[in-house]
Nanobody, 116 residues
Framework: QVQLVESGGGLVQAGGSLRLSCAAS????????MGWYRQAPGKQRELVAH???????NYADSVKGRFTISRDNAKNTVSLQMNSLKPEDTAVYYC??????????WGKGTLVTVSS
């Protein structure tokens, strides 16, 4: 069992930056993919970015060039640096880890609010 705990959310003005962190209770080296998702009010949860065990990254078109995902295997953390934030980035952000044998873990989320 792996527990994921997000932190770093908050209120920021448009154009500002936030850095989200996801701390895993176990090693993320075993994870096939670690990712960040978000869910805005009234909308479906969507992928923001993910990073594979090999370090390959993938981003939603809406955040390319503004967000950067990274992982620190030694600290068992995955981070999401968010720059040039827009009001439409307002959402609850969730950390996700996909492990072997189809194990899929989620954090409880952290709220990001971007004011205009």
């Amino acid at each position: 069992q792996v527990q994921l705990v997000e932190s770093g959310g908050g209120l920021v003005q448009a154009g500002g930056s936030l850095r989200l962190s996801c701390a895993a209770s176990g090693s993320i080296l075993r994870a096939i993919v670690m990712g960040w998702y978000r869910q805005a009010p009234g909308k479906q949860r969507e992928l923001v970015a993910h990073i594979t065990s090999g370090g390959n990254t993938n981003y939603a078109d809406s955040v390319k060039g503004r967000f950067t995902i990274s992982r620190d295997n030694a600290k068992n953390t995955v981070s999401l640096q968010m720059n040039s934030l827009k009001p439409e980035d307002t959402a609850v952000y969730y950390c996700n880890g996909i492990y072997p044998a189809g194990m899929d873990y989620w954090g409880k989320g952290t709220l990001v609010t971007v004011s205009s």
